[in-house]
């Protein structure tokens, strides 16, 4: 059996992939977790996964009653936990779904140490794509994608040769408000922000996917990914969610990924290291006219700058993507909060951009204080603007 760490047991993609898990008792078992804040999850996991060894909780005065509950588990904590957990636990898979700039680390520490990594944190390769490139290069480890986008692209560059690819066509639902113009953004609330139509996610990211932001993160991961340059990913705009992405062929035609909204396939598929199963929990939509409509738009550049802000930072690279989420992870949590307008969650992520003096070719420890400049900055821009 394939042992598993699973980082970020308690959001959506951990969820599912403990579904996953325990459809499939003869080929995975969970050795170790983590669940960030929600340290209630705690009992309900480790009474369906006896062989967990090792659980992360970020409470640390939490730690001395969960050892004295669960005597047999190793408890981490602080900022060394998750780094800790990855090199201890010794899985074979470490399932990274992990949200923000948290998910870099155990990344490195997991390729660094020749452990496969299934990704599903965007930021690890929007921050670190170099450093996790390296990783790649220097040890035995695969790095296979779980963002349903990426894993389409996957599958689809696995079908043909890559010679025979034009360019990498990136769908995009727009999130709960693509229909909303410019000037109608002002007066978003949260609860609007993150009704999304398509897809359950998390707060963060359901944000992201209204702003577009996480669209631009997809380009940069698609780039690091795939090894396309960022002038050959393309975005469109999809609201119903069910091509997944394309690619074009030289010759003008195009092949697509089309299916579920149902985020169990691509956790499947990197679980069983990109081999496609039959998943029983799935109710299968019957016949391709409850797939349809297959509707693809263009997208307006001035409606959601974000995404011309990724492409920004993929072109200069260094610090500069580090500082583009930074300050994205402090909006975004302004805006839910409520001490932020939803139109200008861009306009800090821009101005901080801006004022960044870029650090080519940084180390891990440049990522960490650029990051760190980034959501300084943006809590101040904050401030100054809902004041």
């Known amino acids: 059996m394939k042992r598993i760490a699973l980082l970020g ?64 588990i190793r408890f981490l904590s602080g900022n060394e936990g998750l780094p800790r957990l990855v090199k201890e636990s010794m899985p074979q898979l470490v399932v990274n779904a992990l949200v923000g700039f948290v998910g870099l680390e155990p990344t490195l520490v997991a ?12 930021e690890a390769l929007v921050v670190g794509g170099p450093l996790v490139k390296a990783a790649l290069q220097k040890g035995k480890a695969d790095l296979i994608p779980i963002d349903s986008e990426h894993v389409a692209i996957d599958k689809l560059l696995h079908a043909v040769r890559k010679r025979e690819v034009a360019k990498i066509i990136l769908t995009a639902s727009g999130g ?23 897809w359950a996610m998390g ?29 050959k990913i393309e975005v469109t705009l999809h609201p119903t969610s069910k091509i997944h ?22 956790i499947s598929y990197a679980l069983f290291g990109r081999r496609r199963v039959f998943l029983p929990f799935i109710k299968q939509e019957a016949g391709f006219g409850k797939i349809s ?59 901080t951009m801006e004022r960044h003096r870029i650090v080519r070719d940084p180390d891990y420890g440049h990522l960490v204080k650029a990051d760190q400049e980034a959501r300084d900055l943006a809590v101040n821009l904050i401030k100054e603007w809902h004041s």
């Open 111 to 122: 390729l660094n140490h020749s452990i496969d990594v299934a990704l599903a944190n965007k």
């Open 203 to 231: 707060p963060k990211i359901t944000v992201d996917s209204a702003t577009m932001m996480n669209k631009g993160f997809e380009i940069i991961e698609a780039h690091y990914l795939f090894d396309f340059p960022g002038e």
């Open 245 to 266: 992405s394309m690619v074009q062929l030289v010759d003008g035609t195009y092949i697509a990924d089309i299916g579920l909204n149902n985020m169990h396939i691509p």
């Open 9 to 72: 047991a308690s959001g959506s993609i951990g969820r599912q992939t403990l579904d996953i898990i325990e459809s499939f008792p003869d080929e995975f078992t969970l050795v170790s977790f983590s669940v960030g804040e929600k340290a209630h999850l705690i009992p309900g996991i480790l009474t369906k996964h006896r062989s967990v060894g090792t659980v992360y909780v970020r409470q640390t005065n939490l730690i001395p009653s969960l050892q004295t509950q669960y005597p047999r």
């Open 293 to 351: 409509p297959l509707e693809l738009k263009e997208i307006d550049l001035e409606r959601f700058p974000a995404l011309n802000l990724a492409r920004w930072a993929l072109q200069e690279e260094g610090t500069l993507p580090a500082v583009m989420n930074g300050a994205n992870e402090v909006a975004v949590s302004a805006f839910l909060a409520g001490q932020l307008r939803f139109d200008l969650i861009e306009r800090v992520i821009q101005t």
């Open 176 to 198: 709960a408000l693509y229909h909303y113009s410019r000037s109608q953004l002002a007066l978003v609330t949260p609860a609007q922000a993150l009704a999304h139509p398509t």
